[in-house]
């Protein structure tokens, strides 16, 4: 940046981008165990996981697992929300299909 006088000033800044990480759900069967752990980026640790939208059988761990054994086939829109130490949240809606 300059000013009017020609002086010049600068900084170095950085960005701590949190969300969550996880980009895709592998498929599921009904029928058979599942366990998926999820994962975040930035933010501060520890991290408490929400989950929303999942098939019967499942559960969402606050630790970020999703596991159990879904009894329903179909794609489901699952919705999972990330908040760190400080409150900050996030949230990604991921597909789970079950076959």
Do not use: E, H, K
């Amino acid at each position: 940046m300059t000013d009017g006088d020609g002086a010049t000033a600068s900084a170095n800044l950085s960005i701590d981008i949190f969300g969550v990480a996880t980009a895709s759900l592998p498929n599921a069967t009904q029928g058979s165990s599942y366990s998926q752990t999820l994962q975040a980026a930035g933010g501060t640790t520890p991290y408490t996981w929400t989950c929303s939208g999942l098939p019967s059988g499942l559960s969402c761990s606050a630790g970020g697992t999703l596991s159990g054994t879904p009894t329903a086939t179909g794609t489901f829109s699952v919705a999972v929300t990330v908040t760190d130490q400080n409150g900050v949240s996030s949230t990604r809606t991921l597909s789970l299909d079950v076959t």
